[in-house]
């Protein structure tokens, strides 16, 4: 058994040993390949909407912005777990600093708070669209969009902040393995030989005041949509306000899924669901939406589809014109 190494004055740990899946270790390269594929997909897919949505006029609107916060926020997501994962995978560096922990352990919490922050925004944004079209342009202004994007951001950094330093005053005296490929606030805590009911306490209302709040917001907004939408007499008309909220919607399944089954298997389900299918599924949480959502908004947004076709095309005019 490895034991933690400590600082001798205050019984504050060197570092963890990262020790990825517990139980398939056999199959930690055969589980890379996916993981690696889907990173590639999110980083070169978000990279690539911030670009359309940087360089095309015609997506600078509200919406755009909003997806443009939100692909930002996938890359932070995924980017703060999956290489160091991948070099658990691949190369057994499994070490991290005590430091680089709660670094990560901070970036974590920060993206996926915000991940909800802006899905949440982006459920008013269809609301506004959907019930004030003709208002949609002077309600949402560039002003009031900068200022709600950073409220939000602000509202998930002195929220998950604190939960950095109750790490860090924790005495551990146990040993230094963490089975995990991330640093998670309570396997990090569970490590600790002090009182962590603090701790547990903490994240349980971190979680409510971002996730329950957001998760509030969007059904309201979408109860109210729904209002609207039934209530107009034209079928296409009810048809295309359906399709404006098509992607927000594959957006929130594909985050909020994997996010709930985390949250209620570690209370309720903790003793009958292996820890591998704990640990795969906190993983898939960080990934699945960071891949997905580029696809998804891609292929179901028309402006964002024509804008992708109109540079291939051009692409390709060039080549042959070189030729």
């Known amino acids: 058994m490895i034991m933690l190494m400590l600082n001798q004055t205050d019984l504050t740990p060197v570092s963890f040993m990262l020790n990825g899946i517990p139980g398939l270790e056999n199959m930690h390269m055969w589980i890379s390949f996916p993981f690696c594929s889907m990173y590639a997909v999110a980083v070169i897919g978000n990279c690539g909407l911030l670009y359309l949505i940087c360089c095309e006029d015609s997506l600078h609107r509200s919406m755009y912005y909003f997806l443009a916060m939100l692909s930002l926020t996938d ?13 658990i995978f691949w190369f057994h560096l499994k070490e991290i600093s005590f430091n680089d922990c709660l670094v990560q352990m901070f ?18 944004d269809c609301y506004v669209a959907i019930c004030y079209p003709l208002r949609y342009s002077t309600i949402l202004t560039n002003p009031v969009i900068a200022k709600v994007g950073l409220a939000t951001f602000l509202r998930v950094v002195l929220l998950v902040t604190p939960l ?20 998670d606030h309570m396997a990090v805590a569970k490590l600790s030989c002090g009182n ?4 547990v306490i903490y994240g349980l209302t971190v ?10 917001c969007i059904t309201v907004s979408y109860t109210m949509i729904l209002r609207a939408v039934v209530s107009l007499s034209s079928a296409d008309a009810r048809q295309k306000a359906f399709s404006t909220c098509t992607a927000h919607i594959c957006a929130i399944v594909f985050s909020h899924s994997p996010a709930f089954f985390c949250f209620f298997s570690h209370r309720f389900g903790g003793h009958t669901i292996p820890p591998s299918c704990h640990i795969i599924v906190a993983n898939i949480y960080l990934l699945l939406p960071p891949t997905m959502n580029p696809i998804v908004y891609g292929v179901k947004t028309k402006q964002i589809r024509d804008c992708v076709i109109r540079i291939l095309l051009g692409s390709k005019d060039i080549k042959s014109h070189s030729i």
Not at 75 to 86: D, G, H, Q, S, W
Not at 107 to 124: D, K, N, P, Q, W
Not at 165 to 183: A, D, G, Q, S, V
Not at 208 to 215: C, E, P, Q, R, S
């Open 75 to 87: 890359l932070v997501m995924c980017t703060t777990t999956i290489p160091k994962a991948l070099c």
């Open 107 to 124: 970036f974590i919490y920060t993206s996926t708070g915000m991940e909800s922050g802006v899905l949440m925004l982006m459920a008013l």
């Open 164 to 183: 950095t330093f109750i790490i860090k005053r924790l005495p551990y005296c146990r040993e230094n393995i963490l089975y995990h490929t991330y640093c």
């Open 196 to 199: 962590i009911k603090i701790n």
């Open 207 to 216: 979680a409510l005041l971002i996730g329950g709040f957001d998760i509030l």
